[in-house]
């Protein structure tokens, strides 16, 4: 039984998109754009320096020091209202989209000057309050090299290679939860 029904209301949602029936948001954490956040900043960022949509992620993860990164299930249709707005433009590279700003993009960056402070600011707030300065820029690296790797592995899973990858990962989360225990055992015990 549902107790929030959504799908009356029309009008931009909280994530700046369109409501859409049967869309809802899942249960991945707060919220860390405001309305219009992540349009601004994108276009921001593609005015700093043209890029693909895949460097965007990496540039907003490193904003959040690793503590969130966007999903291209985000980036992506956020892209292209930009472009269909006439704010960015994407040129195919390779295969891959490569967006630059437009005069029009320029001049609404201009317009939102004080809006993108805002932005940078939700931010730096949002930062502290998601990652609580607990991972070193080491670990999110070797946690971003992970996702990388298991991207990059697509299409190549069989029965023995699932098997394979997934005790590796169970065994890494099972030692870094026993980690602390172990060191202390190898403090005690130095060879």
């Known amino acids: 039984m549902r107790e929030h029904h959504h ?11 369109e409501n859409r029936p049967g869309r809802e948001r899942g249960g991945r954490g707060p919220r860390v754009f405001a309305p219009g956040d992540l349009k601004l900043l994108l ?11 895949y460097d965007l992620i990496r540039q907003i993860e490193g904003m959040f020091d690793g503590a969130y990164s966007p999903s291209p ?10 472009e269909e ?13 490569r967006y630059t700003v437009t005069d ?10 004080i809006a993108l402070n805002g932005v940078r600011t939700r931010i730096d707030v949002s930062k502290r309050s998601l990652r609580g300065h607990d991972r070193p820029a080491e670990i999110h690296e070797a946690v971003h090299n992970l996702r990388h790797a298991l ?16 005790d590796l990962l169970n065994s890494t989360a099972k030692a870094i939860v026993e980690g602390p225990v172990t060191a202390r055992s190898a403090q005690e015990n130095p060879e």
């Open 73 to 82: 299930g985000v980036i992506y249709p956020t892209l292209t209202f930009l």
């Open 43 to 53: 276009l921001a960022l593609i005015a700093e320096q043209p890029c693909h949509g």
């Open 104 to 113: 029009a993009g320029r001049q609404s960056l201009t317009d939102q000057a």
């Open 85 to 97: 707005s006439e704010l960015i433009q994407g040129d195919a590279e390779g295969g891959k989209k």
């Open 151 to 166: 991207q990059m592995h697509h299409g190549r899973w069989n029965a023995v290679e699932i098997a394979r990858v997934s």
């Open 7 to 17: 799908h009356k209301t029309q009008g931009v949602g909280q994530d700046g998109f």
